[in-house]
């Protein structure tokens, strides 16, 4: 995914631009990017959301999804799509036992409210910790957050781009099996090719 606009992080890892770690020990940088401050100062938070959600629109196109968790950053993220008048498709992750019902029930609500389609994926953390699959994933994605996994899992099966928490903070190429994978977590965003 190449980013148009300068406002976005970037990052390497051994000098290599979107890298990935050898060894535990490789160093990490963090490139801030190009800040134009007169647009911020006379910006404001409101119009800085509203832009956030038009250049990931841009990014993505119509055909992404949205990751509701019934907390405050993805409403914040899906009142912005639709300041703008994007209408996204979007998704909730329950845990196998009801879990994580109160936020899924705050998801269900909030999708009603504002008028937005909601699908409910259901997951059973346990099995796919014990089966091997998120110890196998997550060397694929050299990832060790069973929170992370779970979630990467889901998009990858849904077969399109998604958003959750809606900004883009950081991005690395992944190669998958079959499929190749822009990830962009942080708050993350996750892109299937």
Known sequence: MNFTHDNHLTYTI?????????????????????????????????????????????????????????????????????????????????????????????????AKELDIPLSIIDFDVKDFLYSGHAEEFGQKLQCTQITYLMVYYSILKIGMPAVMGGEVLLKRNINTTPSTCTIVSGKMKIAVR
């Open 14 to 110: 051994g000098g290599r631009k979107w890298g990935h770690r050898t060894n535990s020990y490789e160093p990490f940088k963090l490139v801030v990017g190009k800040i134009d401050h007169d647009h911020y100062r006379t910006s404001s938070y409101q119009n800085e959301l509203r832009r956030t959600a038009d250049l990931v629109y841009q990014d993505l196109g119509k055909d992404f999804v949205l990751f509701l968790s019934g907390g405050t950053d993805s409403e914040i993220v899906a009142r912005n799509f639709l300041s703008i008048g994007i209408k996204p498709h979007c998704y909730c992750i329950k845990f196998k036992d009801d879990y994580n019902i109160s936020d899924v029930n705050e998801a269900i609500d909030l």
